[in-house]
């Protein structure tokens, strides 16, 4: 498998989450509330939620996103008014290393101690947390977050989210000028180049812990076809966050009627694709318009950009039919091209019906970019999470 294919679950939840909280944010900027920002920036053990999880919290206790299962939100909340009140970032650690919950009142029945900060948001800071997470989301590439916070002194100063570093090397932000501020810049950017993120320690007038976070894009759908089975899967795709595009050369198809969850949507000619498509790494397409033809002709404009996955709907003698023919007219195809066609689509779960298509082909493609293989995780033998470089 390619090494570019490495957007985890993790991350892809947590850029659904990032775009959840912000759109609630644009919300809570027009009411005039107050609001706050927790962030997962530590986990010690096993927890429900990661290093990354976020939570915004308003005053009048409105959530959107969530820091664990549901059992930390509520003393969350409290603290939240707290920092709102206080009008400084807070941490607070939940500890569920001892058996006996009763003790930290919140039920949690994890194994491990999880470092929460929580930061309120000034509107009127180009730098808050907020307006640096919509920096972020603004562009499809990777990005680099800071969150500096001290786990050793609590009443120290905490910086919070502090510092976004761009893949174009561009830093924004709120970091002071101090002796540690070029070695976290140096820290964000060898995260951007390595691709993982890390959690790093720094020493100035106290001990602190810096959370630096790679944040990739979201997952860029691209569906060729607007048919009636192409509807639930735009519905699924809109479900986990990821952005969608639907192309059809029917104009009587490709409607904004038919597809309201879709981010875009193009009526184009086989050639005319290509040049309105963005293909990256978290590029996926599936095509699915029940016309050789016209699937014929866009591969042949498709396969020479190597998307990471490309499904194609229908038998298998139908996707051999194709590959021959265009070899035939002279297109060489790679083995690495070939490794990432997969027809028939979808994961062998005997889908029958639109829907249960739909589920199956998000699963194989949530499969190839997760590089797993799409068995039942009671057969696997290690942790189901990936734990963050520290």
Not at 23 to 43: I, N, R, W
Not at 44 to 62: K, N, V, W
Not at 118 to 144: C, F, G, M, T, Y
Not at 332 to 340: A, C, F, G, S
């Amino acid at each position: 498998m390619d090494q570019l294919l490495t957007l985890s679950s993790r991350e892809q939840a947590q850029m659904k989450e990032l775009k959840d909280i912000v759109k609630a944010y644009d919300a809570v900027l027009k009411s005039g509330k107050q609001c706050a920002l927790a962030t997962v920036v530590l986990v010690e053990g096993s927890a429900y939620r990661r290093a990354g999880a976020r939570m915004l919290i308003t005053e009048d206790g409105e959530l959107t996103g969530a820091i664990s299962g549901g059992c930390l939100e509520g003393d969350a909340l409290r603290k939240a008014r707290l920092a709102m009140a206080q009008q400084q970032p807070i941490l607070v650690t939940y500890d569920t290393m001892d058996d006996d919950d009763a003790k930290l009142g919140v039920g949690l029945g994890c194994n491990g101690i999880i470092h929460i900060l929580i930061e309120p948001v000034h509107p009127s800071d180009s730098n808050n947390p907020l307006a640096l997470i919509k920096q972020v989301l603004s562009k499809r590439q990777n990005a680099v977050l800071v969150t500096l916070f001290s786990l050793a002194d609590r009443k120290a100063k905490q910086p919070g989210t502090c510092l976004l570093l761009d893949s174009e090397g561009q830093t924004l932000g709120n970091l002071e000028n101090t002796s540690i501020k070029d070695k976290i810049v140096a820290d964000a950017e060898s995260v951007l180049r390595q691709g993982q993120s890390e959690t790093k320690a720094y020493f100035r007038e106290a001990e602190y812990t810096g959370f630096i976070e790679l944040v990739k894009p979201v997952i860029s759908l691209i569906i060729i076809g607007a048919g009636n089975d192409a509807i639930p899967l735009t519905q699924m795709a809109a479900v986990l966050g990821w952005e969608t595009t639907v192309v059809d050369g029917r104009p009587n198809y490709a409607l904004a009627e038919r597809f309201p969850q879709a981010t875009r949507i193009l009526v184009a000619k086989p050639e005319q694709v290509c040049p309105q498509i963005v293909f990256d790494e978290h590029t996926v397409m599936v095509l699915m318009t029940h016309n050789y033809n016209y699937e014929l002709a866009l591969l042949k404009q498709v396969l020479p950009l190597n998307p990471v996955y490309i499904g194609i709907l229908g038998p298998k003698k139908k996707l051999e039919r194709l590959l021959g023919e265009l070899e035939d007219d002279g297109l060489k195809i790679t083995e690495q091209q070939l490794d990432h066609i997969y027809g028939p689509v979808g994961l062998d779960i005997g889908s029958e019906g639109a829907e249960e298509i739909a589920l199956s082909i998000m699963a194989e493609i949530k499969a190839v970019l997760s590089q797993r293989n799409g068995h039942s995780l009671k057969y696997k033998a290690v942790s189901i999470h990936n734990k963050v470089a520290s």
